[in-house]
Structures are given as structure tokens and as C-alpha cells.
């Protein structure tokens, strides 16, 4: 990305990507998904890598979930992207790669995988990006890295998350290979996992005001119908 682009101009390039109103509850994730991508793709020591993309990726699809239309939802990632300058098909391919990868891994495989004891032939280029992530110094980590190694893991072994101490533990395990601040790594999931369950709530609270609303419409639509046969009959009786 052109780094004497503001904030402001990847706003602004966003909404002329796509130009359909987004639903209340889902702006706020939209935009502050925008800014932490925009400030991250200006700092100098910022490398594109394919956890990061699984982390975008997953972010998005979690935050969004249940938005409408369907449609919209692809529009608005496709923006995001290439409002940044980026390209949406590389992030979902990469993401999609890794998802593919940890799916076919227990959760002790997979992490064996991330700190190198263990390849696979058809992850080689994978495998490098961790390679140059554990030895890259000026490595610049972010709270949407780690949640794409959340993802990684969730995906190899959805108890192994549930659990706290099983998470923990393989957060440090993984943490001490790609030499990650393991305290930063932590705080950052518990919090991502904090918004999510908020998200899920407000979802919950959106959805009744729409039913509510919905009520209310249809009983006025229903008054109206009961109202017209007697204004008829007035009518023609006179």
C-alpha cells in the first residue's frame, strides 16, 4: 500500500468500492477492521503472510455473520481489500490453505507444524513463512496474526481451544516458536473471544427489534385491509 495514504483516503476508497448503506451493528466492525488493516499495512516493518490473511479472513466472517443481504457481504470484504490497495482473492486463497492444512492435522500435529519439527510437501512455501517469521526480529505482530493462529488451532482441534488450560498451553507452545510475546498473544484472543460473544448478543438484540418492527408493520398492513370495506360501504351508502 501506498504508505502517504491516510486513513481518510482508504475510507473514502471503501465507500466508492461499494456504495450500498451497511447495516448499524456491522459498520463499527467494518471500519475499525479497516483502520487496524490500513496502520498495520503503513508500518515499515509490516509483512503480508498468510496467518495474517487467515486471521482478516476469519475476523470478518465471524463479525459479519448473519449479515444481509448475502450478497452484500462479499461486496463489502472485496472493498476492504481493495481499498487497501490489496487483493481479496489472495487473502481467501491463503486462508483457504491453511484452513485445508489444519483440517487434516490433530492438534498436536499442528503444532508440531508451526514450530518446524514437522513438513508437509504440499505446505513448502507455508512452512517458509513461518521460517521467516521466528527469524525475523522486527517481526510486526498483530492481534489479526493471532487470530489467525486461533483459527489454525480451532480448526486442527476445537477442544483443545474450549479448554483454558489446553489453550494456554498451546498458545505458549506456539508463542516460544515464532517468538511471539506470548502475553500479548493471550490478551488479544481473550478479548477477541470477549467481542464475539458480544457480537453474538447484539445480533440476538437486532434480530428482535427486527421482528418487532416487523410485527408492527404487518399489523398495520392488517388494519388498513379491515379499515377499507367499511369506508367502502360508507361510501356507498351515501
Not at 468500492?17 to 490500513?38: D, G, K, Q
Not at 514437522?118 to 517458509?128: C, I, N, V
Not at 458480544?198 to 388494519?223: F, H, N, P
Amino acid at each position: 500500500m501506498n504508505n502517504n495514504r491516510t486513513v481518510s483516503d482508504t475510507k473514502r476508497s471503501f465507500y466508492t468500492i461499494h456504495t450500498r448503506p451497511i447495516n448499524s451493528i456491522y459498520r463499527r466492525v467494518v471500519e475499525e477492521l479497516m483502520v487496524e488493516m490500513h496502520l498495520l499495512s503503513a508500518n515499515a516493518d509490516f509483512q503480508y503472510d498468510p496467518i495474517y490473511a487467515l486471521g482478516v479472513v476469519t475476523a470478518f466472517d465471524r463479525f459479519m455473520l448473519g449479515y444481509a443481504p448475502e450478497a452484500d457481504r462479499l461486496s463489502i470484504f472485496n472493498a476492504l481489500c481493495k481499498s487497501l490497495e490489496d487483493d481479496p482473492d489472495r487473502y481467501k486463497h491463503d486462508a483457504h490453505r491453511l484452513e485445508s492444512l489444519a483440517g487434516r492435522l490433530s492438534g498436536s500435529e499442528l503444532l508440531s507444524w508451526l514450530d518446524r519439527s514437522t513438513s508437509f510437501e504440499d505446505a513448502g512455501d507455508l512452512q517458509a513463512s513461518l521460517g521467516a517469521i521466528a527469524g525475523n526480529a522486527q517481526f510486526k505482530y498483530s492481534r489479526l496474526f493471532a487470530i489467525g493462529l486461533f483459527s489454525l488451532l480451532e480448526k486442527a482441534d476445537p477442544d483443545m481451544v474450549k479448554d483454558q488450560a489446553t489453550r494456554n498451553d498451546a498458545i505458549a507452545k506456539v508463542s516460544a516458536a515464532l517468538h511471539l510475546p506470548e502475553d500479548k498473544v493471550s490478551k488479544d484472543l481473550d478479548l477477541y473471544r470477549s467481542n464475539l460473544e458480544k457480537m453474538a448478543q447484539a445480533r440476538i438484540v437486532l434480530q428482535d427489534v427486527i421482528q418487532a418492527e416487523r410485527k408492527k408493520r404487518e399489523k398495520r398492513d392488517t388494519t388498513k385491509v379491515t379499515a377499507s370495506p367499511t369506508a367502502d360501504s360508507s361510501d356507498s351508502s351515501n
